[in-house]
């Protein structure tokens, strides 16, 4: 493939200062002519050093330092490149210090972002990043909790590099990054080719301050969490910039107890099964990281990150079933169960990174190797009583699942950035292979009329391989100062093979498909901009949603994967208005091929057997509205409101009626300084979700209000923060379905009511931030649940 552009020369040069043989930095070089609309520009560097591109004619050089006018040039481009060599300017005065006054709006526009300016918030004043997320335009914290307004899920990046964690790890991450060390915040609803087509997500940027050189900082933090039961955790960060070598690193251990409500509905035809089913975990988790980057010379940068979780579940239930005739309400049949389960998850994560600067203007090369394992052996027991009242009868149940999954991936990324004179370019590609062995060891009785004594094991195995290879090509063109375009489009080829020699089965699939991206931006005023974009996306199924091996509950309750999941993808459209403070957005989607779990109830057997299908069409229209408030001194505001419309087609073979209908969300977070100094915080959070649809399900309305206070101590170092979540114990989730003629309604509650009681102490150079790498695995490893 070849790229035909207009010729181009290269014209560069040194600017120094004559009597002191020293170069000079931030000159503003420009060159115009007759011919062109806007003179062309850049800015020397450290060096003194300027490069830009043009092509053939005659131009007039100037060089500005502050708007002083320091050399002008009549310049004759040929077909040659020019070097100027060093251009010696005299009775150079180089200021002190330059105060800028003026100030960026709260709240701007980019063609692909929004960007939501930090230090022009109240919020930025104290707190930590993930506080300043929480009245973050479009994004919402619940429970620390970090969601995007309409997407499924999200990736969160700092200085544009992505920190794949779990979200507990990356919370831990969020709560040590000071909010005053940021400058800004960059939701991107709709991301561009360069990114993983994969997923409806968003992208979260936050971008930090420079980092002081030659410092250091570090960060102790413990917290007392009290739900039903209690939880403690504590941690460390450690950054570190001296000369060319920066280091990030931080530890975090958790252990506590968790505790989970569920309880289960199922209206067969001869009476109403009810299933309680609460269980209590015990656990104890460990998290590591450390990033290191090392500045090779002033245009190549090179760096490594080492990802480490670890944690050891145990799990303790107790279902009960009760049968209740629906015309005498009295118990006719029960089942009475108790179970366990043991998980130890384990990752490790390298990730190897080069950075090249190809010359001054902005041209670069970036590289990305990496390599993951996680391991995650598991294993489930259940064992109980099933009665029958009349005439009574007694029977016995037993069973056990085991599991040993091993997921690798190895991956390699490289990505161009090459700005031209009349468009910026990027593009690049990425290879990727993953593969998940899974080996299922099982034994399950069914109902037998004695105990069961001997458990005699079976054997299944399952594995997956999948390999990716994508290329992108994305061009941005500004047309005056008012009107903006961006192109992208990435090619991702597929192969897929599914095998299990017990199952006797295999399955192989292969697919090439074309993502486009567009966007189109207008700024209508100072103030208001108006944005249009377009995004198509792929969803691929979880490794383990893929794995066709049963789980028995009980005799009657069983879970199971499906090797045959295709992809699921999804066309976006937006259309967005930033005018001051407010940021009002139209959306609609159409998903196709969606997956989803769906229970499939069998009124002949009772049997519910909740396994992953393809079976999904839905069509979303929506407006959201966001409004940040900030004009008092002491309340800062965020408030957000969400309606959609659904309308989503069902195909399974079972019976199923197509929905539609309205869903609806709003959110507001508050803070209030109670003194002066901005030191003593408290913050009021509530959300509201309304009745809806979610695929094959009816929600019912769940809500949460917390409370929050905050203070700094010591300069700011210290932080004490207590806080109430869920107060009323009014977010649980409830929902119901009706498949196959089978009505079946469900309450899940998941502990989130919590008082939590937290210190963090930082010392050091607080304000010093070594760089975090991007890695070029990130979504298979989000695959895996960590």
Do not use: C
């Not at 301050?209 to 460390?236: F, P």
């Not at 207008?522 to 969803?539: D, G, L, M, P, V």
């Not at 899940?748 to 919590?754: A, W």
């Amino acid at each position: 493939m070849f790229l035909s552009i207009d010729a181009q020369t290269s014209i560069k040069g040194k600017i120094v200062d004559k009597a002191t043989q020293q170069p000079i930095e931030f000159v503003d070089i420009i060159l115009s002519n007759s011919s062109l609309e806007y003179p062309k520009g850049t800015i020397t560097d450290v060096d003194g050093n300027f490069e830009m591109l043009l092509k053939k004619g005659f131009y007039v050089l100037k060089g500005l330092y502050v708007g002083k006018e320091l050399i002008s040039k009549d310049i004759e481009i040929i077909d040659k490149d020019i070097d100027l060599g060093v251009i010696l300017v005299e009775n150079f005065q180089q200021l002190d210090e330059v105060i800028i006054t003026s100030k960026k709006k709260l709240i701007e526009r980019k063609i692909d972002r929004l960007v939501f300016n930090v230090e022009n918030s109240s919020n930025a004043s104290q707190g930590d990043a993930l506080e300043v997320l929480r009245v973050t335009p479009g994004v919402r914290v619940q429970n620390d909790q970090i969601t995007m307004i309409g997407k499924s899920n999200l990736q969160v990046m700092i200085n544009d590099k992505i920190v794949q964690l779990s979200q507990e790890e990356l919370t831990n991450v969020l709560k040590s990054i000071a909010s005053e060390d940021i400058k800004n915040i960059e939701v991107i609803t709709t991301p561009p080719a360069k990114y993983e087509a994969s997923g409806n997500s968003g992208l979260i940027n936050i971008i930090l301050k420079q980092a002081i050189k030659d410092s250091w900082n570090m960060q102790l933090r413990s917290s007392y969490l009290q739900r039903a039961y209690a939880t403690g955790s504590g941690g460390a960060s450690f950054n570190f910039n001296k000369d060319k070598l920066s280091i990030a690193t931080s530890v975090n251990y958790r252990d506590g107890v968790y505790y989970q409500e569920q309880d289960d509905y199922a209206y067969f035809p001869d009476g109403l099964w009810y299933t309680s089913s609460p269980f209590k975990g015990k656990f104890k988790g460990m998290n590591a990281r450390i990033d290191l980057n090392y500045k090779v010379s002033s245009k190549w940068e090179m760096g490594a990150q080492y990802l480490h979780n670890n944690s050891n579940s145990y799990y303790t239930d107790a279902p009960y079933t009760p049968v209740f005739d629906y015309n005498t309400n009295e118990i006719i049949r029960s089942l009475q169960s108790e179970g366990t389960a043991k998980f130890n998850p384990e990752l490790h994560s390298l990730n190897y990174n080069n950075e090249v600067k190809l010359d001054t203007l902005g041209r670069k090369l970036i590289l990305n190797l990496d390599y993951f394992t996680f391991k995650n052996p598991d294993k489930r027991t259940y064992n109980g009583t099933s009665t029958i009242q009349n005439p009574f009868s007694e029977q016995f149940y037993k069973g056990v699942n085991a599991n040993m999954q091993d997921v690798t991936n190895m991956s390699a990324k490289l990505d161009m950035e090459y700005p031209l004179n009349w468009v910026h370019l990027s593009f690049g590609g990425k290879i990727s292979n993953s593969k998940s062995i899974n080996d299922v060891s099982f034994f399950n009785s069914g109902l037998v009329d004695n105990p069961i004594i001997n458990m005699p094991i079976s054997q299944n195995d399952f594995e997956y391989t999948e390999d990716v290879q994508a290329l992108y090509l994305s061009l941005n063109k500004k047309f005056g100062e008012k009107w903006s375009i961006q192109l992208g489009l990435r090619l991702e080829a597929t192969q897929t093979n599914s095998a299990s020699n017990n199952l006797n089965f295999s399955a192989k699939n292969a697919y090439t498909k074309l993502f486009p991206t567009f966007y189109v931006s207008y700024n209508a005023t100072e103030h208001s901009n108006f944005s249009f974009n377009y995004s198509k996306r792929i969803q691929r199924p979880s490794f383990f949603e893929l794995n066709p091996n049963i789980y028995f509950a009980n005799p009657f309750q069983t879970i199971e994967g499906n090797a045959f999941l295709q992809p699921a993808f999804i066309d976006n459209f937006e259309l967005t208005n930033t005018y001051k403070n407010f940021v009002t957005k139209l959306y609609y989607s159409y998903e196709d091929n969606l997956f989803s779990q769906v229970p499939l109830a069998d009124s002949d057997t009772n049997i519910i057997r909740f396994t992953n299908e393809n079976f999904i069409n839905t069509q979303r229209f929506g407006i959201s509205e966001n409004y940040s408030f900030n004009k008092i001194e002491w309340w800062s505001n965020n408030n957000s409101i969400d309606i959609n419309y659904s309308k989503s087609e069902f195909y399974l073979e079972e019976e199923q009626d197509d929905q539609e209908g309205l869903n609806a969300t709003i959110s507001t977070y508050n803070d209030f300084n109670l003194n002066a100094d901005k030191t003593f915080i408290l913050g009021i959070n509530y959300w509201y979700n309304f009745p809806g649809l979610n695929g094959v399900y009816k929600t019912k309305s769940a809500s949460s209000l917390s409370l929050a206070l905050q203070y700094f101590l010591l300069n700011n170092n210290l932080n004490i923060s207590i806080r109430g979540n869920d107060l009323f114990k009014s977010s649980a989730e409830r929902n119901e379905s009706r498949v196959n003629g089978v009505l079946q309604t469900a309450r899940y509650y998941y502990d989130s009511r919590s008082f939590q009681l937290s210190i963090s102490y930082k010392f050091g150079n607080k304000n010093i931030s070594a760089k975090r790498h991007n890695t070029g695995n990130n979504n298979e490893r989000s695959r895996t649940g960590n």
